[in-house]
């Protein structure tokens, strides 16, 4: 009987800023989260993510390479960034010249089981639970669907 190879959870190279709680087990590495953050279990942030302060990550949530989150921000359970879009109709096997950037700017909200591919978000923005985000968001307000569609104006305050 052949034994299997068995990894564990880490936190490698995590830039923290003050008050940041995590809940383990999770994978850290190489990203920075800044001051008053809070990063529940079962989490991978991988290396160059960048989260701002004040910004809250759920469960299960999935943040790959090449994903800047904001300030005053919150990331709901089994959130999913995507960088690779297959553009070759497969993965890009570490080919990074073919992942893409997302940036999410401040005072978003992403409902659980969002799936969030290569895109900007600006501030003020509500991600309803559910959707796919497939293009940038430009005006703040409240999306929903997949793929995501804007349903409600909101002002400078959600």
Excluded at 36 to 46: A, S, T
Excluded at 60 to 76: A, S, W, Y
Excluded at 130 to 149: C, F, H, M
């Amino acid at each position: 009987m052949n034994e299997p190879i068995k990894l564990h959870s880490k936190i490698i190279d995590v830039q923290f800023g003050e008050n940041v709680k995590i809940v383990e087990p999770l994978n850290l590495y190489g990203c920075s989260i800044g001051n008053n953050c809070f990063v529940g279990p079962f989490v991978e942030i991988q290396k160059e993510v960048v989260i701002g302060s004040n910004t809250k990550v759920q469960s299960h949530t999935f943040i790959c390479e090449l994903v800047t989150i904001g300030k005053e921000c919150f990331i709901g359970h089994g959130v999913m960034f995507i960088n690779d879009l297959f553009e070759d109709g497969k993965p890009a096997n570490g080919n990074k010249s073919k992942w893409k950037h997302t940036s999410i700017g401040n005072n978003v909200s992403i409902g659980s089981n969002a799936t969030i591919l290569p895109v900007n978000i600006c501030d003020n923005v509500v991600i309803g639970a559910g959707s796919v985000v497939t293009k940038d968001i430009l005006e703040q307000g409240v999306y929903v669907g997949n793929p995501a569609r804007k349903i409600k104006k909101t002002g400078s305050q959600l």
